[in-house]
Structure formats: C-alpha cells, structure tokens
C-alpha cells in the first residue's frame, strides 16, 4: 500500500510539474501586458490604449483557441470613433473575415477579407488570447487613388461551436504617408465596429453577391477609408 501510496504521489507532482512548465511556457510567449513583442512592437502604445478607450475587447494570453475558418459578420455597425462627423450606429457593409495558417508556437496568423469594396489576402498577422477568446492583429496597405496607407485592423471575438461570438472590429490608421489629397483618415483616427446580433457564423465562401456594394463614410465631401 505504501509504495502504491508513494508511486501515487510521484506521478501527481511529475503532473503538477508539467502544468508549470506548460503555464511558463505560455506565459513566455507573451509580456507583461499579455501581448507579444512582435505585437508590442508593432503596433504604438497610444494606438492601442486608444482602441481600449473606444470599447473594443483586447483578449490577451499566449493560448489562443484555433479559429481557422471563414465567418461573417452582419449588421455590421459603428460602435465607436475618434472622428469628428462619424455617425455611431452607421451600417457598414457586411464583413467576411478568413484565418488560415494559425501557428500558436510563435502566435502568428494569416488573414483575408472582405468588406464592401475593400479587401485583402494573405496579410500575415499576430493572435493571441486564452480559452475560447481570441485577439488578432494585422497590418494591411491599402490603395486608393494611387496613394496608399498602412492601417492596423484588430479583430476580437469569442470562439464557439457556431461562429465568433461579440466580434469587434478595428480600423485605425497608422501611416498616411503625408495624406496629400486628404482620401485617408488622419493618423491615429479609427473606428470601431461590430456584429450587432452578437454572433458572426461559420460561413463557406468569402465571395459575395452583387448586392454588397459597399460603404464608406463621407465627411465633407472626401471619402475617408
């Protein structure tokens, strides 16, 4: 009985120590506020502190579900801004978003998309989060009228059986190279904008019909992206 006792005892503390060594391996991955460096060095501090500001769910944590499937989020609704002349609750146009390629050793991402006219593949990005929650992070170029800009787009949701629940979607502008013409948002303005019925489901395709034509809001006559 003892040695049964003692042979009890060895594999429950060979258990608990690999527990550890899981926990700290996770905790590794990430620093103090629960983000990589990579993304820490991405992305600037008062941009991310900005995005907080406005609502939108920073999941953290180097334990990440897989999300790698096609979902689509509709109504998709402004939440918030930091722009002047941007109207809460205006109904963008519906938004498919795709992870593929999700490595959680070194919590990177592949990630395309559509949303009204504009869209983009294959843009590498970082996740992160714990359980069923998740955080990603992308930086996209975009080109409009031959001038372009680096935007980052997080995207943050609850993973379930059905699609990504609470899915919340930032847009916020980190280069605009000068913005000459004035097509882009200024630097450090963005938006927020989610799934308004709460659940962004699993869908099959990221095409759409031609009836998603798109939105973009309009201040002063200038289209802002």
């Given at each position: 009985m003892k040695n049964l006792i003692k042979a009890f005892l060895i594999v429950l503390l060979a258990s608990g120590i690999m527990l550890v060594g899981c926990k700290k391996e996770e905790e590794s991955k990430v620093e103090d506020n629960g983000l990589t460096k990579a993304i820490n060095d991405f992305i600037p501090e008062n941009i991310l502190n900005e995005m907080k500001t406005l609502g939108i769910p920073i999941n953290t944590g180097g334990s990440p579900p897989s999300i790698e499937n096609i979902y689509y989020a509709s109504p998709f609704i402004l939440k918030a801004s930091n722009r002047d002349g941007d109207?809460?609750?205006y109904a963008f146009s519906s938004y498919k978003v795709k992870f593929y390629e999700q490595n959680n050793d070194d919590l990177e991402i592949k990630v395309d998309y559509v949303n009204g006219p504009e869209s983009g593949t294959g843009?590498?990005?970082?996740?992160?989060?714990n359980d069923n929650y998740f955080t990603v992070f992308s930086g996209i170029t975009s080109t409009m009228n031959n001038e372009?800009?680096?935007l980052i787009h997080v995207i943050s949701g609850k993973l379930t059986t059905d699609g990504i629940e609470n899915l919340h979607f930032a847009n916020f502008m980190l280069d605009n190279h000068g913005n000459p013409n004035g097509t882009w948002l200024e630097e450090g303005e963005g938006r927020i904008i989610y799934d308004s019925d709460g659940m962004s489901e699993i869908v099959n395709s990221l095409k759409f019909g031609t009836s998603n034509t798109g939105s973009i809001i309009t201040v002063s006559g200038v289209e802002k992206r």
């Open positions: 109207i809460i609750g843009i590498g990005g970082f996740v992160v989060g372009e800009a680096t």
